[in-house]
């Protein structure tokens, strides 16, 4: 497998992972007991934090890319073991 095949596998695994984890660990105002500004949503969150989305979404992606290499290299899981229809009959018979 090329670099750049792992690289854009790790940026899709990247994004992915971002946006999985973007609603963890985000408290709205009214469970801070912060004071809203008006106008704002009641939904709105009081503390977030990119910075610590940015270093777990790397993480996760770091190891879901590696698991992905991986099985790559060594085939420990193929298409054959995760086939979930059996296979059609053949015609004629």
């Not at 790397?58 to 992905?68: D, N, S």
């Amino acid at each position: 497998m090329q670099w750049t095949s792992i690289l854009a596998i790790y940026a899709l695994f990247w994004v992915m992972s971002a946006f999985v984890l973007l609603p963890f660990g985000v408290r709205t105002h009214d469970e801070l007991g912060i004071d809203k500004v008006p106008g704002q949503a009641d939904s709105a969150p009081g503390n977030f934090r990119p910075g610590k989305l940015v270093v777990r979404a790397t993480l996760v992606a770091m190891v879901l890319t590696t698991i992905y290499v991986l099985n790559y290299v060594y085939g420990w899981i193929g298409i054959d073991d995760i086939r979930i229809f059996p296979e059609p009959p053949a015609r004629g018979s």
